[in-house]
């Protein structure tokens, strides 16, 4: 077992819910990212994801929430030295890390991110990001998130592909 030098960390689940809200509303990313796939029928995977990350040394809020979640993974970020805790899973995303942030909101902008991003998932789990005008639907909305944030591919060439893919 972990221990924890944080106190927050030793409180009550309500207040472990709401540090855990408050912690991702500073440190978490909402995401959808697009990565090229020759032998999917669209062309594209599109992948959901919540990320958390925080330096080796303060690490522990990771693990608990790893525990809490029940599901992820923690990855080190050779980039920036962080460890990252991730959640990827579509099923995970909607049945647990969903309905948590649903119960237990973030108070920033992130928030706006947030409800981009669970319509993505309701979206993908109606299996919408196998069809073309799905996956319209789902980029217009992943690209609305995290502006400031880098992507690999432009939204018009995502689509492009996917016209293109789809006629073969």
């Known amino acids: 077992m972990r221990r924890h030098n944080t106190p927050t960390l030793k409180t009550n689940v309500r207040n472990l819910n709401e540090y855990i809200s408050g912690f991702s509303d500073g440190e978490g990313c909402f995401s959808v990212s697009f990565s090229k796939r020759d032998k999917f029928l669209i062309g594209w995977e599109t992948k959901p994801?919540?990320?958390?990350?925080?330096?080796?040394?303060?690490?522990?809020v990771l693990f608990l929430m790893h525990k809490k979640f029940g599901c992820g993974f923690m990855r080190r970020d050779a980039k920036d030295r962080t460890l990252k805790y991730e959640v990827r899973s579509l099923n995970d995303l909607l049945t647990k890390v969903i309905p948590h942030f649903e119960?237990?909101?973030?108070?920033?902008?992130?928030?706006?991110d947030f409800k981009?991003?669970?319509?993505?998932?309701?979206?993908?789990?109606?299996?919408?990001h196998t069809t073309l005008n799905g996956l319209k639907e789902i980029t217009r909305l992943a690209f609305k998130m995290n502006p400031s944030g880098m992507r690999k591919y432009k939204r018009d060439e995502i689509l492009a592909r996917a016209r293109y893919q789809m006629k073969i």
Do not use: T
């Open 103 to 112: 119960n237990y909101p973030l108070r920033s902008g992130k928030s706006k």
């Open 49 to 60: 994801s919540f990320c958390v990350a925080q330096n080796h040394d303060r690490a522990e």
């Open 116 to 128: 981009l991003f669970k319509q993505v998932c309701l979206l993908m789990d109606k299996g919408r």
